[in-house]
């Protein structure tokens, strides 16, 4: 089949449209959640743990609900369940907003949610089978629901409360289970290296050191997650718009590199990628710890999101997809999102709820150590080339 006939079988716009919408809801939560539990009279402790559950979640579901895609082959009917049970669940928070219900409603909720990104990017790679350098191209309107979401509700945030941040989120989730109903079921292409079994891929110690970094790398951003907002309005008395604003520039710096990935990635090595990013990602966490007060240092610090998000996580993507074949994508996906996402957001956002009231600067400075580590085990121990020499 030629190219130009694939790319006309593609679905980008539903495709896009459901990255849209999931990370819209993204960019509604993660830079407002800590400020509207903070106008709920809780303190950064708190803010930092149930940080740490909406994160901390993806150590498990992930894990389950790719096991279960594997086994059935229905990653699309596990999205409509997971969009909608999601939806139930967080529903709970206009009931309440006592703490021990709160954490329930969080937990049940996030445990849903998880079940939905990492099948539908098995859906979206099945999609672009022969034209995988694309992904940049649709995943990038992920982005762009991110930073609709926090420039829109940073204005309106100046102007009207914040406690209509849940019916917001609410409305969003609505849209990601319609948009779930665009698709059909794509199949995943069965390869021979499945017969290997999916233990033998993780425990090669090339994989084991990008996992490692991955955890890592997650470990550095969770304090960003979760306090960000917080420390430019209470810390630096930026205003919502502003903050908005600063979050909307590390996005757009994500989405102009996603753009330019394809070409990236054929002309650069996924580890060099990889190295780079690590490094940066350590440069940014201190310039944004030690130089908020500094509009300037800002700015740029945000322009390294470009390469702490954006490179990173479609070099990894390209990891997962090339080392973790037919069907033992969504297990691999998960296993990723699991231990990256999940157990090193949690890990770093409680690292935050633990230090940030003694000093925000000193949490951000671990931030950096974190990745620092990634990087050197990413140097030593990321030699995917010894890899294929066992395939």
Known sequence: MSSAATSVQLPYWRLSSF??????VVGSLTPYWGVYLKSLDYSSQDVGVIGAIILGTRIIAPNFW????????????????????????FAGVMISQRYSWLIIVISC?????????????????????????????????????????????GWLFDFFSIQLLPIVILSFLVLIWLSSFSLKESAVDKHSGDSKGFSHLVFHPA??????????????????????SLYLTE????????????????VLAEVCIFIFMPKILQRYDVRYLLLVTFALTAARWVLIGYGAQWLGVLLFAQLLHAFSFGVAHAASIEIVRTRFTGNHQGQGQALYSSLGFGAGGATGALIGAFIWD?????????????????????????????LDSHR
Not at 19 to 24: E, G, K
Not at 66 to 89: P, V
Request: proline share 1%.
């Open 19 to 24: 990255y849209f919408f999931y990370f819209a």
């Open 207 to 228: 994989i084991i050191s990008f996992l490692v970094a991955s955890f890592l790398l997650q470990v550095s951003h969770g304090p960003y997650y979760t306090f960000y």
């Open 109 to 153: 909720y996030t445990f849903f949610w998880h079940a939905v990104l990492p099948q539908f990017e098995v859906i979206t790679l099945a999609y672009l089978k022969g034209q995988y350098e694309r992904y940049g191209q649709i995943r990038l309107w992920g982005s762009l629901g991110f930073m609709a979401a926090v420039v829109g509700l």
């Open 66 to 89: 790719g096991w279960l895609a594997d086994k059935t082959q229905r990653r699309l009917r596990i999205i409509h369940l997971g969009s909608a049970a999601a939806f139930i669940c």
């Open 358 to 386: 003694y000093s925000a600067s000193l949490t951000f400075l671990i931030s950096s150590i974190a990745a620092l580590l990634g990087f050197i085990i990413l140097f030593f121990g990321l030699h995917l080339y010894k």
């Open 235 to 250: 810390n630096h008395n930026y205003t919502s718009t502003a903050t908005g604003l600063l979050w909307a520039l590390g």
